[in-house]
């Protein structure tokens, strides 16, 4: 991939997101959110890619799985006015067969082609597929770190902002009450992820959203994970209690372990 690649990829994508107009606001504030995160997701993977020493046509492969991740997600809002898989289509999936339709990809070398369309349809897997080839597996590695990084993002600033100003379909239309599911809970003691399928609340969601560092891979992603401040503004945002205060101690404990350890990916 060369310099060429990315600035057509940027212009495209730049292009494409403009194709979506809405005379709604909400509507609009929907899409800029997914814009805006494709961005930011972006800027993550190369700092997380620099940070793994990726140099080169390698890190402009990286940059644009960042930008292409989502892509999906326009035309999941344009048909079904919601960011749910479980209620539309799987939005990666959705995005690499855009990307496919679109014949966007085809001047790159096949294993680049290969290595973005399946970076593209697997990042939002609950878990990580066994994918063919140490650069597959790598790349995925990368955009599911930077994806995960940049959401802890979006839903800090959406728990943190009142209601009318919240981009409608982030929360999942999940209730913002006060309860949270034992279920949910007992996945961050178990250290696994909990599924989406599963949720029934805004707190259940949160508590997933924590869940998701025993997801996490590169040494840099847990630097800006602690920098950022993510863990401490979602923990300040859920209701208190004895067994919140226990989930919370523990994944402070495992990122503190994985900061110390810099664990190989
Ligand atoms: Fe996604």
Redesign the pocket.
Same mark, same amino acid.
């Given at each position: 991939m060369t310099e060429k690649d990315i600035a057509s990829f940027k212009a495209w994508f730049k292009n494409y997101v403009g194709s979506f107009r809405f005379p709604d606001e909400k509507d609009r504030k929907n899409i800029a959110l997914k814009e805006e *995160?494709t961005y930011n997701v972006c800027r993550n993977i190369v700092l997380i890619a620099k940070g793994s020493s990726l140099t080169g046509a390698k890190l402009l492969l990286a940059e644009s799985i960042g930008l292409f991740?989502?892509v999906?997600?326009f035309e999941q809002y344009r048909k079904y006015r919601t960011f749910r898989d479980s209620v539309s289509v799987n939005?990666?999936a959705f995005?690499a067969a855009i990307l496919d339709e679109e014949k966007l990809l085809e001047n790159l070398p096949e294993e680049e082609q290969d290595i973005i369309l399946s970076s593209v349809k697997f *990042?939002?897997a609950l878990a990580m597929p066994a994918l063919q080839g140490s650069d597959a597996r790598l790349f995925l590695k990368l955009i599911r770190d930077a994806?995960k990084l940049d959401?802890w993002r979006v839903f800090v600033e959406y728990y943190e902002s009142p209601e009318e100003d919240r981009a409608s379909a982030a929360g999942l239309g999940l209730p913002d009450s006060p309860e949270y599911s034992d279920e949910v809970l007992a996945c961050v003691f178990e250290k696994r992820i909990a599924p989406l399928s599963i949720l029934r609340t805004l707190n259940d969601f949160k508590i997933t959203q924590l869940s998701w560092v025993y997801d996490l891979n590169f040494d840099e992603s847990f630097r800006l994970l602690r920098e950022r401040e993510y863990f401490e503004k979602i923990l300040a945002s859920l209701p208190e209690s004895d067994d919140i205060a226990r989930a919370s101690y523990l994944l402070r404990d495992y990122l503190e372990q994985r900061l110390r350890n810099k664990c190989p990916v």
């Open positions: *995160h991740h989502d999906g997600r939005h990666a995005g *990042h939002n994806d959401i």
